[in-house]
């Protein structure tokens, strides 16, 4: 388990950061426009949060090749929405995957489901890049008798930062992960770094690169490393569609992922809940 002392004095000391937070969202969030905010495809989550009454959805799919001809695909639906000035809830579904190996029977199901909670305690300024934390649980709904995930409940705690220069945005992630383990046994303790950067390109286009690795685990699970590239382009700030690659640079990582994804913001809830409400009267 986590070292629970370390993780509430952090929260103490972002609580305490968090007043400049609210401040700088309550003088903007009147004029902040409906806009996508993509969470896929990248592993490192943005810092910022999407704004408050703001709903979004996103779908992906994605395959994978793990080496020795292990095969693995899924899709999932990621609903997002912005429930106060700088707090972002979350939920990603695995409506359905699949995952095949010579010598071994195709397994196929529902996935899991992950729920998280983000919380932006420093907004981005000319000096300082914007900060968050995030908690996540995975729920397991998948079938691990068919051979679909784990079976147990996960936790993750991410710290994330982020910053624009010109039109190139730089975002870093750390991340504890805390996988359960059968028959009550300890967690699986790891960390997860990443790094990417995404540069505006011309006409709606966008070009993301990024890095990231696992360390080895306490179940003594090999750590990996990999890259991902991806292509983003966005018609309008509401809709974004996203394709690219992940690609394995040390063994335990998959040698290769494709994957796509269209991101959609589906309005401003707050707004259209205060209209009404004004018309009612």
């Known amino acids: 388990m986590p070292n629970f002392s370390k993780i509430l004095l952090i929260v103490l000391l972002t609580t305490a950061a968090s007043l400049p937070a609210f401040a700088q969202c309550h003088s903007s969030e009147a004029n902040q426009a409906v806009a996508a905010s993509p969470s ?22 994605r395959r994978a090749w793990s080496g020795g001809g292990a095969q693995a695909s899924s899709s999932g639906v990621l609903y997002k929405f912005g429930v106060l000035c700088n707090i972002e809830f979350r939920t990603y579904f695995v409506p359905w995957e699949t995952a095949s190996a010579p010598g071994q029977p195709a397994a196929s199901g529902i996935g899991d489901t992950w729920m998280t909670g983000q919380y932006r305690f420093h907004v981005q300024t000319r000096n300082l890049p914007a900060l968050s934390m995030q908690y996540t649980l995975k729920q397991p709904t998948a079938d691990s008798q068919d051979g679909i995930g784990s079976g147990q409940r996960d936790h993750i705690i991410a710290a994330s930062a982020g910053k624009d ?54 179940t003594r ?25 992940d690609l394995g640079l040390t063994h335990g990582a998959p040698n290769k992922r494709v994957f796509a994804g269209v991101t959609y913001a589906l309005g401003n809830f707050y707004k259209a809940l205060r209209r009404q409400h004004s018309t009612s009267d």
């Open 221 to 245: 699970q090999p750590g990996l490393a990999s890259t991902l590239w991806s292509i983003g382009y966005s018609p309008n700030p509401r809709l974004v569609f996203d394709a690219g690659m």
């Open 40 to 61: 896929q495809p990248t592993i490192t989550d943005s810092p910022d949060t999407i704004a408050p009454g703001v709903g979004e959805v996103e779908y992906g799919w």
């Open 165 to 218: 220069f010109k039109q190139t945005s730089f975002n870093f992630e750390t991340k504890y992960m805390l996988f359960g383990q059968p028959n009550d046994q300890a967690f699986s303790r790891h960390q997860e770094y990443s790094l990417n950067a995404t540069h505006a390109l011309m006409r709606h286009f966008s070009l993301t690169s990024e890095i990231y690795g696992d360390t080895r685990s306490s």
